[in-house]
């Protein structure tokens, strides 16, 4: 592909990476020249580029439905598709430019023939883990499914809009391909979801794991029970997600083709559940008297399970995913330990002083509560580590460690048989001074040893950004484009290491996605054509 | 001061203190308490606080001046103040209430009169080094000097806006208090610039040290030398400060008491000014031949110091403070060594291999030039380091080191005389996980061995946010409030180091920040009652 404004970016980074010590940064410097693979983000498995090139006028190009296609005017999810792609090849300004009777040139490309070819089009159910989605173009007619190759469009040297006739076989490396976003640390603004699951489109992530809820607050409005919110949320009307947004959200999403996964974590992490339900926490003991203050999940009352039925019951009606993360991450033992009752019902289980095999018995029960709600479901590694039993399908969720430690982790649960996520390279929400992202996108979730079988239960992974430090001010920018990395990672083929090259690509895919509005914040000294409008 | 809304956030805080470890952070646990100052940021150097309030009506309160003031209506920059603080204490949306003939109740403050006391008032020069930026307010009748006291409004339980009766006395301990943008590595769009002047005003900031041009890029477009920016902006048109752009930043500083202190930095970091100016940087040789690629601004020609002549006598015409920052940093000496015209200069002048002798005698010229412009000047650390003779009211900046060679560096540029700006600990662009605010808050300018006399000979400081990472999608979350911590310091008694105590106003100020539209980032889990409304 050959881009004159990608050209042009990439020699000024060329340029400009001569190191600033006033920073001391003792960076790998990387040799940026253009990619012959232009701003293609992530990287298609095959790509056939050809010098031959074609103007697209707005007036008169169009995305229309192939002949044979599965799915045509009917479906509107691809229609809204269809009109999405057209204003970011055109811009929504030039929407009011008509045809008036121009005819077009010699060299014009006038019509994107979109080809569905799988049997089950998708135009009205969700997507899933099990979702095709492959893609290939062909010159002039182009047959695809769900993602255009509208990053080949470029402007050339009067503005022109162009394409290259180009050859795209396309599939993803993983089916599971997810950021994580915490609610509860932070209340995010529906506004902000959007924009951000608008951006993991750009970026082909296909799974939104909302982390909605935990120890700080509980935005989520329950219509059984409303009170989870009303006494657990920040504020009660200000700072909550109502039905009505989370299937906003969800519908969003799904136009889009992803998957949103809620996740509400239990036992640990649940401070802001005890507010509005009351009896759910462990009280903690100071001595022979309760302290005043509560512990993980009451593992030992038959009305927390009474709750946890009716609570899922409303979260797998509500959520349409198959899957459902329950957590299950660093449960602390320090208040079940104070507690005489919990003691006693230890003895009773015969438990001895291994607070872990209460804990087993708590997932347990929920577990076996969430599998007749027919969920399928994702849990940290703890759960797995702690030796509960668990359904076949269950998906464990990798996140502990250093190297050496996670990968000696992905290999023990894949040699129990078990499917697998990798988050522990991607928690970005852990910042430090330089090109980060390089670390990023060189992890790679199937380097652990394992036999070819173990490998194939990976089906991906996800960026996590927890909240802390994270709120509608500055996500965007911190997710945008590390997050890219990875989603790279987890697309495109294994064989796609070479960081100048992705360096390259990513540079142009950062401006792109700065021009369609998205604060994505820069990787080195360098400008976009079109610079970030906001503050 | 008693401020519900205040105390409402901290309890949040105070709650959501408990280390989530997904993150694995240890951090020093802050208690979060509300403070007796509740929002007040910087906090001023005497308050006294009473139990007795008075409600506030958007339609009946009025700032106005006081009988004896030394500047009443004709001081535009005073009425645009007014209107400004009356736009941050009722907002926009409130000011089409009119005033329908109600009668005000017993305890309603309805008027804040601004005594101006200072025989220049400054309503049209510049605010300089010396200007009074001291400020008394009475209860009922305020005395201010351009910094009103609204960070006392607040809403009680029923939205009402109040106030406390408070009497407060305040100065600042510093007289130099900056921020360095650097608008080469990324070019920063005015509307960034304007938002963070703002920003900078609500912190008592009042120093713009913008880092104008760098090897990066050279946006400033100087009418004298039009080419520099023509060939070494990143963009000729888009990418450039035209003088109406930079007249307005100016402007809109001064109305804000806030200096504009330009920096070209020489001989190192001119990168960019070889593009338009020929023969103005050093040719590298490699073995007998030019390289083709060129070093420092070349310091054997002639042509180089008319050309600086005529370049500084503009800057000295377009920024109308009384100083300007020469930057002098970081001069790499290897295009020097390797070019046979400046080895011969060298062996003329008897210095030896001792190419700091040749900087000094670039530098020596450069100062003699500016002097003729009647300007002040500053300079980075090195230039002193390296024994330049200096004028005595040159301004020393450090910026090398760790502590102990920070603090050396002052007590040594204090007993020669110098006075001294310190930016070593506030290199706001190194960035790392956690609350690294605490740190910059820690450190103290004067904390170093030196007497009395030295440390009077310490000015201020600057917190630093270089350009390599940050543009217009990430400056303005990434600056504040962390910069709010560095502004307390300089502004705030030294003895003002209760970390709880800054931890729990700055939370309530940077909500501030944010409900006045600024991407404030968070401190911590927490919420604001008006999230930020962009993404």
Redesign the interface.
Known sequence: MSSRTGKEILN?LL??S?P????R?EEAELVAQPSKYGSLWPLPQKVQLSEVSFKLTSSSFRIVDAKDSTAGPSCSLLQDAYRRYYEYMFGIAKRQQLNKGRRTGPSELTELQVWITSPDSECDSYPSLTSDESCESLPHSYHLHRVAGIQLVYEDEYGAKSINSTTISDFPRFAHRGILLDSS???L?I??IL??LETMAMNKINVFHWHIV????FPYLSRTFPQLSQQGA??PY??VYTPADVKMVIEFARLRGIRVIPEFDTPGHT?SWGKGQPDLLTPCYSGSKPSGTFGPVNPILNTTYDFMSQFFKEISAVFPDAYVHLGG??VDFTCWKSNPDIQKFMDQQGFGQDYSKLESFYIQKLLDIVTTTEKGYTIWQEVFDNGVKLKPDTLIHV?KGNQQQYQNEMANVTSSGYRTLLSTPW?L??????QDWQGHYKADPQDFKGTEAQKKLVIGGEA?L?????????L???LWPRASAVAERLWSAKDVTDINDAFSRLSVHRCRM?DR???????????C???????
């Open positions: 000024v340029y400009s001569r600033q010590t006033q920073n940064l640390r932070h209340f603004p506004k902000v924009a951000n935990d120890d700080q607050s920040y504020h200000t700072h401070q991450d660093e996140w928690y929400n852990r910042i430090s001074y330089g996590c927890w909240g802390e430090y994270v709120d509608a001010t500055n965007t920018p911190r700065v509005g998205i604060p994505a914040e820069p990787l080195f000294s360098s400008y054509p079109h610079e970030y409008k906001g503050i």
